[in-house]
């Protein structure tokens, strides 16, 4: 089924459980539902964001976690009594993802490692038939977010990315509010982080820890030396295994920001919003003297095609991730311009604003993403469409950070077939849109 030799799978770093019982779904107020109703599910990574997915899909009543995964063998233990504390038994715990691919009873397959092992297990597991919650963004470069839609379109299969806004209710409030129409028209939206982050350093090289197969954490990744800062929380900031900033919180803000662009759009009597027809960005590593290979000073703009007789429409992102200040009282949100208004959307609440600057309606709530795996697990059941359904949510909003990262790299403005998702006339950009080589035997399975 795969190229992959049998050795163990990713981790990420301990996450902490928020808001686990908040949801009437959850194990501890009537238990679990009978066992012919539960969804049969398998955990690959454990810690980190992952460790929250895992609990989260532990504690729900229709779940049974039998299976949990990671290539650092030395977290397995917590894990396993992680899930036994809430569902009362020991899920099985391998160091080889493959044994979750090949179980034929699971029926689900999470997928909470680094970026650059999101798309192999995510085709095989299409490939034998599960549905996948897969971390965002949807792989690491653009051919890999191709290659995992053709698998989910030619399985049938769902798949949910893990942008978690997209079922927040607050978020879906603030929607409605733009498309009242109230914010009169809008050709601009802009999407940020602005929270400080420190240096990572440059530590030396040095010898795995025992107890992890680093070949297979490095995966398709180049052969390299051993790093504690490309390992374990700061792997994102290196081009073979992660997508900068952009590709992990950015995903989040251009998301939000391209929804809201594609309501005000849909409110006028537009058609939703597709990929943008060029990507320009500006920016650099400037602030912070370390190993991090992805820029902390970024802006990226994208612009929508004008339709015959409507006017074009712009989103652009803004990365400071040294900034020790809020923008627009956000530390990291998207906000959409009117010419009647403007709304700001952030993790805990939006406020929409008069053409005065007053503010005319507003909301709370939360982004933990307990419920968005709710609208997964119901998906499962209902063989409908989930709110960040890949193939017309994740992968288009992956997109806009994969080519928003090429554009960086290239330094020129890109043309891109919203199509094929290729440049125009651009071999240098197009060569981008996927790894120089994927090392064997961990190769990007044929779809």
Known sequence: MTNLRRRGFIGQSVAGMSALAASPWLLGQDGKSPASERIKVGCIGVGGRAGFLMKTFAAQKDVDLLMVCDVDTNRLAAAVSGVEAINGKKPEAVADFRRLI????????????????????TILACQAGKDVYVEKPDGHNM???????????????IIQMGTQAR????????????????????LVAKGWESSKQGSIGRPADSNPPAGVDYDVWLGPAQKRPFNIRRFHGNWRWFFDLGTGDLGNDGVHRLDVARWALSTAVEAEGGQPLGLPQYISASGGKWYFDDMQEWPDTLQVNYEFAAPAGKPGRLLTYEMRVWAPYHYMDESEGAALFGDQGYIVIGNGSWRAYDNKKQIVAQGKGGNDGADHIRNFLECVKSRQKSNADLETVGHPSSVLCHAGNVAWRTGHRLSLDPVTELFDNDPEANALRTRKEYRAPYLLPEV
């Open 102 to 121: 090949d179980r034929k009873d699971l029926d689900v397959i999470v997928v909470g490692t680094p970026d650059h092992w999101h798309a192999i297990p």
């Open 143 to 157: 051919i890999e977010g191709q290659r995992m839609v053709a698998a989910q379109r030619k399985h049938k299969r």
């Open 167 to 186: 079922t927040s209710p607050h978020f879906s409030e603030a929607m409605a509010y733009i498309k009242s129409g109230k914010l009169g028209k809008c």
